[in-house]
């Protein structure tokens, strides 16, 4: 009998598919190794589903972003230790990533894997699968660290793996059909490469991944895309890439690969301004053929100056070129903003509200979508803040409750907060495509965003009484 491998995805409030989990899982060899994936998402009991899989189990392995799935991470590993001291529990993903040493200060964590995890996870696995090992030594496994005779050992890192030396994920290990119900649509969660060549001072991203960038060859995505199509009968693929437009080349030979294919297919990718200023109409017409409806762009913040702060490396006129550009072939876009920095002046809030509503009002097929920005260390900014006596979460426990989508932080007043707030919720009602029943409220909401006046919201106490805010989109 196959040893067990167990892997876990911690309850979250969204559905995107586990593909961090569906990229070791698919890695290690299946002729040694069972593996089961488990998703928190689609169990009505977690910990019993996590618990009637350990017979036979060389570890479990957990996924974990930072935030709330850390409560349900906790909650899984806490449980299997109870019930199997000795069974080595592993975490990976971004949080552990960043904080390798501070998450083995919980007891029911024994391992944690750093970065690009495929490898790392499988030599830490073809380990405990030796002989009479339980919690081997791990030293000389790259990118992990453990626990030693008490003390926490960080192995040195392990270098960014080209992604095409790693195997297809296999997506039998998940219930593919149950998160198109989830979602409300056929749409395949696909990533197509690792990492980011940028600098941006707000992203942990160049801290976890150096600035390294790596990406399938198109024809191997072509041919992995059109097999899944076949299989699970998708309508859409969602690029889950950081940077899917790194590479022009490459993004044209990805479009004429599902050309030549016949994919009828459609796919959305994450698109910075100063790509879009470089992409041609020409190419961007051959990826609107290919399927290509939807992009989404980090603007962050309406003031340049702003920009150039945080080393974001574009400029507002590339992203207005980048609009026009997609408003011309008609594409979606999700353009995301950031305020609330530290010591950000109130004019550059303003600039982002205004460029918020130009936006919006370019193209009903716009949308904005506007965040505090939390401290998360790991970059530039943050480690500022550190030097300036800014005191971080120090537990996992309060790590479990940052907030990095709905929470501000303390040095963003209650005016600006209410005024970021109802700006969100208003701009919702205000642009896009409406039902003409709903013009009415549309054209009073416009007229609010456009004076930033929101006293007296009478629309808004009915309209969240009747149906919450987060499904006007």
């Known amino acids: 009998m196959r040893p067990k491998v167990v892997l876990y995805n911690p309850q979250a409030v969204f559905y995107t598919m586990p593909l961090g989990l569906l990229a070791i899982g698919s890695y290690l060899d299946r002729h040694r190794y069972e593996v089961v994936i488990i998703d928190g998402r689609l169990e009505s009991d977690p910990v019993g589903a996590v618990l009637a899989q350990l017979e036979g189990a060389l570890c479990l392995g957990i996924s974990v972003l930072t935030g709330r799935p850390i409560h349900d991470a906790l909650r899984i590993s806490r449980a299997v230790k109870a019930a199997r001291p000795h069974l080595p529990v592993v975490w990976g993903g971004w949080h552990p990533s960043l904080f390798p040493r501070e998450t083995l200060d919980e007891p029911s964590v024994d391992v944690t894997v750093i970065a690009q995890g495929e490898e790392t996870f499988g030599e830490i696995v073809d380990r405990l ?11 000389g ?9 008490g003390a926490v050992v960080v192995n040195p890192p392990r270098p960014l793996r080209d992604v095409n030396d790693l195997p297809p994920h296999d997506y039998t290990l998940i219930p593919v059909e149950r998160f198109f119900g989830l979602k409300g649509k056929r749409q395949l969660d696909y990533i197509s490469s690792q990492g980011c060549r940028f600098r941006c001072t707000f992203c942990a991203d160049p801290y976890v991944y150096k600035r390294g960038w790596v990406g399938l060859e198109p024809a191997r995505l ?10 699970y009968r998708f309508h859409e693929v969602a690029f889950q890439d950081e940077t899917f437009f790194t590479s022009r080349a490459r993004v044209e030979a990805i479009a004429d690969e599902f050309i030549r294919r016949r994919l009828d297919l459609a796919w959305t990718g994450t698109l910075r301004a100063d790509q879009g200023h470089r992409l041609d109409d020409k190419l961007l017409a051959k990826c609107t053929r290919s399927g290509l409806r939807r992009v989404m762009v980090g603007v962050e913040s309406g003031s340049q100056t702003m920009l150039d702060w945080m080393k974001k490396d574009i400029t507002l006129e590339q992203v207005w070129q980048t ?14 903003i950031i305020v609330g920095f530290p010591g950000e002046p109130d004019e550059s809030v303003a600039d982002s509200l205004n460029i918020a509503k130009q936006l919006r009002a370019m193209s009903p097929d716009f949308q904005v979508a506007i965040f505090f920005y939390k401290p998360y260390p790991g970059n530039p900014i943050a480690d500022e803040l550190l030097r300036r006596g800014y005191r971080f979460p120090r537990t996992l426990e309060e790590w479990a409750g940052f907030d990095y989508i709905a929470g501000r932080s303390e040095w963003v007043t209650e005016e600006k907060w209410r005024l970021v707030e109802n700006f969100k919720f208003y701009q919702q009602l205000a642009w896009g495509h409406h039902h003409p029943l ?26 969240e009484r009747l149906r919450p805010a987060a499904r006007l989109s």
Not at 323 to 336: D, T, V
Not at 452 to 463: H, R
């Open 438 to 463: 709903r013009w009415p409220v549309s054209l009073a909401a416009r007229w609010r965003c456009q004076r930033d006046f929101y006293d007296f919201p009478l629309e808004k106490a009915i309209i």
């Open 222 to 231: 072509g041919a992995e895309i059109e097999a899944l199509a076949w299989r």
């Open 323 to 336: 609009a026009e550009k997609c408003r011309r072939h008609r594409l979606g876009a999700i353009f995301n």
């Open 129 to 139: 699968a030796e002989p009479a090992m339980n919690l081997p030594d791990l030293t």
């Open 141 to 149: 496994i790259a990118g992990c660290a453990f626990r030693r005779d």
